[in-house]
Nanobody
Framework: QVQLVESGGGLVQAGGSLRLSCAASGRIFGVNAMGWYRQAPGKQRELVAT???????DYADAVKGRFTISRDNAKNTVYLQMNSLKPEDTAVYYC????????????????WGKGTQVTVSS
C-alpha cells in the first residue's frame, strides 16, 4: 500500500510564489520517476513537470522558466517551486510517482495523490 500526499497549495496573487510538496509513504522499496500534473475546471489533466531518479527533468512549455521540480530521494519526496504565478496556473495539482513495490523481480506501480488546490488571483 502506497500513499502520496500533496501539500503547499493555496491562494496567491499573480506574480507570487508557492512551493508544493509530495511525500510517498507505505510499502516502498524505491521511487523512480516522480512528477506533477494539474487539472483546471473543464480541462484535461496536463503534465506540469517530471523528474527521474537521476534528476533529469521535463517541463510543460507553459511553465518553463517559472517552475522548478526537485526531489529528495532519502525522503521519497518531490517538490514543485512555482514562481511568477499566473491566473492560468489555477488548477488542482496532482503528484505522481512510479514506485518500486516489490523486489526479486523488481515491480513498479504508478500512484497518484489526491491533489492540492492552487488558486492564482489577478
Amino acid at each position: 500500500q502506497v500513499q502520496l500526499v500533496e501539500s503547499g497549495g493555496g491562494l496567491v496573487q499573480a506574480g507570487g510564489s508557492l512551493r508544493l510538496s509530495c511525500a510517498a509513504s507505505g510499502r516502498i522499496f524505491g521511487v523512480n520517476a516522480m512528477g506533477w500534473y494539474r487539472q483546471a475546471p473543464g480541462k484535461q489533466r496536463e503534465l506540469v513537470a517530471t523528474i527521474t531518479y537521476s534528476t533529469t527533468t521535463d517541463y510543460a512549455d507553459a511553465v518553463k522558466g517559472r517552475f522548478t521540480i526537485s526531489r529528495d530521494n532519502a525522503k521519497n519526496t518531490v517538490y514543485l517551486q512555482m514562481n511568477s504565478l499566473k491566473p492560468e496556473d489555477t488548477a488542482v495539482y496532482y503528484c505522481n510517482a512510479v514506485v518500486i513495490v516489490s523486489m526479486d523481480p523488481e515491480y513498479d506501480m504508478e500512484f497518484w495523490g489526491k491533489g492540492t488546490q492552487v488558486t492564482v488571483s489577478s
